[in-house]
């Protein structure tokens, strides 16, 4: 019995460890709610077996589950602050580990000293095409026929399709990229590893980049970032209903362990 009942804490300190984090991370930009989700345990012993019996003799946590619900957008102004409307993640590499890939909904951009658009860690956003999104400080070439040497940035902006336009002078304007979007079997199996980054693993399939809309990816906002989807009414009673799952347990826990020392004396 004690082991049933320890099972039970286990399962309710789980679900208030999950829904605490939620709670926290309310305000967090691109957050995504994670769900603590329980199994049954039932006995396995062979007299069970024969008789074909489900006995239960407590609870698992089966996993603690992403949900990619969609969050509310934010206008920011920020040209490089990127917003994704529907299904997608941006996906982004250190300079450093270039093999190793990670995917996120925060779409808090910079252009870097490199001319690379990077986030505040300085991990750098992958094109449609898997590859860093250089925007040159200057520009040198031929335009309408009209020749120009190092003509300084003047502004940048980004389409709903990914498109990513450099201003230079007056008139220049080229495209110098566009936004890749990653998709996954199951967004909802991907392994988060803090900072607001996700990895991908076998359950999530491996992510395949591409442009916005296409395929169903979702649009890219410019000027706009994605809250969190928490919705703090829900978390608070999730919140309840673990601590009262948690105090349950343990007064049938001093009770149990009271009724064996009685036994026992």
């Known amino acids: 019995m004690i082991s049933v009942i320890r099972s039970g804490i286990d399962a309710a300190l789980n679900d208030l460890g999950v829904t605490s984090n939620n709670i926290a991370n ?64 941006f996906t982004l590499i250190d300079a450093g580990r270039p093999d190793e890939k990670l995917y996120t909904r925060d779409g808090s951009f910079t252009v870097n000293a490199d001319g690379l658009i990077a986030n505040a860690e300085g991990m750098q956003l992958m094109s449609a095409l898997g590859a860093p999104i250089n925007v040159p400080m200057t520009a040198t070439g031929t335009l309408d026929g009209q020749s120009f040497e190092r003509v300084p940035l003047t502004g940048v902006a980004i389409r709903n399709d990914g498109t990513v336009e450099a201003s230079y002078g007056a008139s220049r304007v080229f495209n110098v990229g566009q936004v890749g979007l990653s998709m996954f079997a199951d967004p909802n199996r991907l392994t988060p590893i803090g900072q607001n980054y996700f990895k991908e693993n076998a359950k999530s399939g491996a992510g395949v980049i591409g442009a916005p809309i296409e395929q169903g990816r979702g649009k890219v906002h410019s000027g706009a970032l994605e809250m969190s989807n928490i919705d703090m009414t829900s978390e608070l009673t999730d919140l309840m209903r673990a601590q009262q799952a948690f105090s349950g347990s343990s007064r049938l826990l001093q009770a149990e362990s009271e009724m064996t020392r009685k036994l026992t004396q």
Do not use: C, P
Not at 28 to 56: C, E, L, P, V, W
């Open 26 to 89: 309310a305000k967090t930009t691109g957050f995504k709610k994670r769900q603590a989700t329980f199994a049954d345990i039932y006995g396995n012993t062979d007299a069970i077996k024969m008789s074909g019996a489900r006995i239960g003799m407590g609870s698992l946590t089966a996993e603690n589950r992403i949900l990619n619900a969609q969050g509310t957008l934010q206008q920011t102004g920020d040209v490089l602050d990127l917003a994704i409307e529907g299904q997608g993640l």
